[in-house]
């Protein structure tokens, strides 16, 4: 199973679904209560042994040489690739394009769908995107005539699906969404956006960068177009992701970049382009990244992404209890579903000062605008504190959170 879980073991609620001895970060930072995983997430051994593991011995280019090595070297590559498509309910392997992340997969796909937009078309996103997801779009609309519009939520932070269904139309080519929110935590029904997207002849493309972390995921029942993720946010390496991408829609498409190991044959005139997926994988790629994302996969599988999700929600339901209970705290959003992510604002506290007097005791919070400022600044606010859990954080994180918080209020406000 590739982890060092110790198997059969009951977990009480609220403790950590790991050893933390699992994961190195630890042994060096014995105190760290790290609530930063929305941003990313430390490695366990497994994923560091297997990465180094793939530069001592199975060490050459991919796609290349005949020598032993660089075959192994490939097949490695390659089995990681079939491991993270079936992760995601793909099983077609020529559907799954290795990127440096989310953000270069939506990139990809806005640059690439420009091929089938027309000037007029629309581009529907929603007031919960990061920055990643609605820069390129906004890009693409500019570059194109295309009118952007953006879906609201609710006063709860959820998505409204029926202002939602009343602003498709026959000229919205791209729905572009994403499945949870780094600053709400808000779980979006996908399964329902995508339905109505594609009735209304829409592609749609799910940025799940949040939400393949932390819940069961299967392109094929979501029925989307493309969806993107990047692999540290799910104890992978850095610099590594993935899309999926439909293949009857990638076969259509122009590649994004071109060179090396995208072609089948090149003239002097023009060139060919490869099978799929190596039509979109022009140059070398990060074949030790995608190693380490499928072990870190294994990892993930070995614990149950059913009981990862429902950790995240244990753990984001207490930390939202416990900051309602402290006076001056304001919880943004209290979304139907939900991830391990809370964003919250202290009533004459600036969230950076609060990070840091935070990070002061040891707790590693993210402060400011989570790359979402229009979404902020609907919420009336320019910037916030986020906690945000994973499969090493426990209750005792949540309340040591709150007491260095506590502590932070009484430091910085004389009136309480
Ligand atoms: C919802 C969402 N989309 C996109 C991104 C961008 O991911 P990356 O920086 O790994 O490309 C993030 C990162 O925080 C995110 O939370």
């Known amino acids: ?9 009951p977990m009480d609620a609220g403790a950590c679904l790991v050893p933390r001895k699992d994961f190195p ?8 209560v790290y609530l930063d995983n929305a941003a990313t997430t430390h490695k366990p051994a497994a994923v560091l042994r297997r990465v180094d593991e793939f530069y001592r011995r199975t060490y050459a280019n991919v796609h290349r040489g005949v020598y032993r090595l660089a075959e192994e070297a490939t097949a490695a590559y390659e089995e990681a690739r079939r491991q993270v498509a079936e992760f995601i309910g793909c099983d077609d392997t020529g559907e799954l394009i290795f990127t440096r992340g989310t953000t270069e997969g939506i990139n990809l796909v806005a640059a690439v769908l420009d091929s089938l937009v027309q000037d007029g078309d629309e581009v529907l996103v929603t007031a919960l995107e990061h920055h990643s997801n609605l820069i390129p779009w906004q890009q693409l609309c500019t570059r ?4 952007l519009k953006v879906c609201p939520i609710t006063p709860d932070g959820d998505l ?3 202002a939602l269904e009343r602003m498709l139309t026959p000229r919205t080519r791209v729905v572009a969404f994403a499945m949870a929110s780094n600053a709400l935590g808000t779980v979006v029904p996908a399964v329902k956006v995508i339905a109505a997207a594609r009735q209304a002849g829409a592609v749609t493309v799910v940025d799940a960068a949040q939400s393949v972390p932390c819940m069961p995921t299967a392109v094929s029942e979501l029925g989307c177009d493309f969806l993107v993720f990047s692999g540290h946010k799910m104890l992978g390496p850095m610099g590594i992701g993935a899309l999926y991408g439909r293949r009857e829609i990638l076969e259509k498409l122009p590649p994004y970049m071109t060179g090396g190991e995208m072609i089948s044959t090149v003239s002097w005139d023009g060139a060919e382009w490869a099978e799929l997926p190596h039509k979109f994988e022009a140059g070398t790629p990060n074949a030790a990244g995608a190693v380490g994302l499928a072990e870190a996969i294994r990892y993930l599988q070995g614990i149950g992404m059913e009981k990862i999700w429902a950790h995240e929600m244990d753990l984001a339901r207490k930390a939202r209890e416990v900051l309602e209970g402290i006076r001056g705290v304001r919880v943004l959003g209290c979304p139907a579903t939900y991830c ?10 600036h969230p950076h000062d609060l990070a840091q007097f935070l990070a002061r005791e040891n707790v590693a919070v993210r402060a400011g605008h989570l790359c979402a400022q229009p979404l902020l600044r609907a919420l009336g606010v320019d910037a916030v504190t986020r906690v945000s859990f994973y499969v090493y954080n426990d209750y005792a994180d949540v309340e040591k959170m709150a007491e260095a918080l506590e502590k932070a209020i009484r430091f910085f406000r004389h009136d309480v």
């Open 1 to 9: 199973m590739g982890n060092e879980r110790e198997q059969g073991k």
């Open 340 to 349: 391990g992510i809370v964003s919250f604002v202290v009533s004459g506290i």
């Open 144 to 147: 194109r005539s295309l009118k």
């Open 160 to 162: 409204d699906l029926d």
């Open 25 to 32: 970060v630890f042994e060096n930072w014995p105190d760290l």
